[in-house]
């Protein structure tokens, strides 16, 4: 069914397409194990880098990840104990995953990337999530959000390194992204 349907069935198709989404996890952590067995390479629906002891940490998901490694690698090299969180899966949303990796740790604070805005709201989608994922979990970081790479601008490593100074900056505030919406920054601004 497209974007048009009849309403006496709509709400039943878009129950059906809710349930097959999220029906779908086996399937995807089968394909993900399936790859792994044919290529040697394997993916889960979180991936960390260098966030073992990690205090401060950026999520991002896609292509722009590996630039933010390169800038965690820089500010290791300063003794900063930062490190970074790709979400390789949208949808069926890895709740799960996300706590697991984000609670109980030595994770404090948050640095949430999002590519897009959303215009006359405070956040953007990823760090909506991500807020959701976190929202009831007593042993969790605080989270802020960035907004940079808008209509496929590239991130330079000096605005990786913006975003956890930010990081940083709310962590030594004790300032989250849940008391302040307003704190979710556009990286890369030209004045």
Known sequence: MGP????????EAKKQQEVAIRE???VIDEVFEEFAQRYGRRYKPV????ADDAEIVLLAQGS????AEVAVDLLREQGRKV??????LWRPFPFDDLREVLCGNSIKQVVVLDRCISFGGPIGPVLSEVRSALY???DRPMVVGVVAGLGGRDIHIEEYMEMFRIG??????????GEEPELVKIVGLRE
């Open 4 to 11: 048009v349907g009849v309403p006496d069935i709509y709400t």
């Open 24 to 26: 779908s996890r086996p």
């Open 47 to 50: 991936e960390t880098y260098k």
């Open 64 to 67: 722009v990840i590996e630039a």
């Open 83 to 88: 490190g970074a969180v790709e979400l390789r």
């Open 136 to 138: 009831l979990e007593k």
């Open 168 to 177: 940083e900056e709310c962590l030594r505030t004790g300032k989250d992204a």
